[in-house]
């Protein structure tokens, strides 16, 4: 995402908790300030996102988009603490990143906050219940600041990605086969026939839809759950 809409020339700053990963971001694309911190580190944040309002002094677009696939098991199996951590990443991070835009776009009256949320927020997801509690969380902090921000002119929407080709979907294979006692192939086929369109998507087509949400073509839409899946029809292992 960060990427695409670099491409096209717009003003781009990202954050992440991977050093090596921000480094990477800032050889290949100079033009994009990209800092390290954690979402759910308030004064981190607070850092980060300050240094774009005093060096841009606003901003048009904000994605929340950092996340964990968290644990995967039943839930009388499940460690309190990874029951924690994931909500904290998914949830928490998105929160402070939408309360710093409500303000900064409340004050200029314009923007898009865009929330990335799961299919797994829209159906029950055996097996994964931090992170569709999480997820089901990002769909509700969607649709009350969209309420909270329309009479400003801010817009608030969420994508809702299926299954995302790339390395993090496969650490949740892997993860998820270990919980069921599957191999990982079978549950990728799962995964694909729980699909109307018996596909996984890329990160390129969820980029697609966050640059259409932020055209004027979908200058009227707000409050929304965008899905990028292919129509899933089951998250039933």
Known sequence: MAERFSERGDRVAICDADGAAVDRVAAGYPRILARVADVTDEAAMGAFLAEIETTWGGADVVCANAGTGGPAGRIENLDLDDWTACPGVNLTGAFLTCRWAARVMRAQGSGLILLTASTAGLFGYPLRAPYAVAKWGVVGLTRTPA?????????????????????????????????????????????VRGVSLRTWVSADDVADMALFLASPAAAKISGQVMAVDGHTETLVP
Request: aromatic content about 2%; overall charge negative; hydrophobic content about 50%.
């Open 147 to 191: 309420m909270e921000l329309g009479p400003a002119g801010v817009r608030v929407n969420a994508l809702a990605p299926g299954a995302v080709e790339g390395a993090r979907m496969e650490r949740v294979l892997a993860n998820e086969a270990a919980a069921s006692g599957q191999s990982i192939e079978a549950v990728r086929a799962q995964y």
